[in-house]
């Protein structure tokens, strides 16, 4: 719908399985981000990438780890993880890594870790 | 740090009627930005609208516009007119100057139903 789109839509994983959510944005963008949606915090900011180079580490356990192998695939690996783990994970583009630019968000890999 | 807070978790509107959605913040930066942006159900969050905070005049896209208030660190947004399509989670984010890290901060959100 807006150019971003994510796979898989959902999600079930134990806690020792390894898995990986991916984005891909078919805007010409440079810019790209991971963002966590749970239900009981707010919207957070993860991870984010301008011309496949890692900007922003926001203080993600190392559980996490993404992988930007292009301006267009944006993936997240997760291994291990925790049930408080469990949440909607975003993923947005933007032209540019600038606060001015609008980000396009895709509709995210809904995460259930057991 | 930043904080962001929406004190109304649920909100409901008729159709074609005006309604508000508050929203506060915490900061002792000078320049920053401010957003709304909309998560309808099952569909993909967006970007509603945008204020710099050097700039006085409020912000209008269409139907949705912001009463900026940046001595009472509150941004509310209104929006009239409501349709049925305005049926989502509103969140209000603020991000200060420079990186986006952790001065990229959302509220918690609310919830607006849009009733016929």
């Known amino acids: 719908e807006t150019g971003v789109t994510q796979t898989p839509r959902h999600l079930v994983m134990g806690m020792t399985n390894k898995k990986s959510l991916k984005c891909e944005q078919h805007?010409?963008?440079?810019?790209m981000y991971w963002y966590k949606q749970s239900a009981k915090k707010p919207l957070e900011l993860m991870f984010v990438?301008?011309?496949?180079?890692?900007?922003e580490n926001n203080s993600v356990p190392s559980r996490f780890s993404p992988e930007c192998p292009n301006s267009s695939h944006l993936f997240l690996h997760l291994h291990t993880l925790q049930p408080e783990d469990s949440a909607l994970y975003l993923c947005?583009?933007?032209?540019?890594?600038?606060?001015?630019?609008?980000?396009?968000f895709g509709p995210g890999t809904r995460l259930l870790v057991l | 740090a930043q904080t962001v807070t929406q004190s109304q978790p649920e909100m409901s509107v008729q159709e074609a009627e005006t309604v508000t959605l508050s929203c506060t913040y915490d900061?002792?930066?000078?320049?920053?930005?401010l957003f709304w942006y909309k998560q309808p159900p099952s569909r993909q969050m967006i970007l509603v609208i945008r204020?710099?905070?050097?700039?006085?005049q409020n912000a209008t896209e269409n139907r949705f516009s912001v009463n900026f208030q940046k001595a009472a660190k509150s941004f509310s947004l209104k929006i009239s007119d409501s349709q049925l399509g305005d049926t989502a989670m509103y969140f209000c984010?603020?991000?200060?100057?420079?990186?986006?890290?952790?001065?990229?901060?959302f509220g918690p959100g609310t919830r607006l139903s849009v009733l016929p």
């Open positions: 947005a583009s933007s032209q540019g890594y600038d606060v001015q630019e609008t980000q396009y």
């Open positions: 805007l010409g963008h440079n810019a």
């Open positions: 990438y301008n011309f496949k180079e890692q900007t």
């Open positions: 900061t002792s930066e000078n320049n920053y930005y």
């Open positions: 204020q710099e905070a050097y700039k006085q």
């Open positions: 984010a603020f991000m200060k100057y420079g990186n986006y890290g952790q001065n990229f901060v």
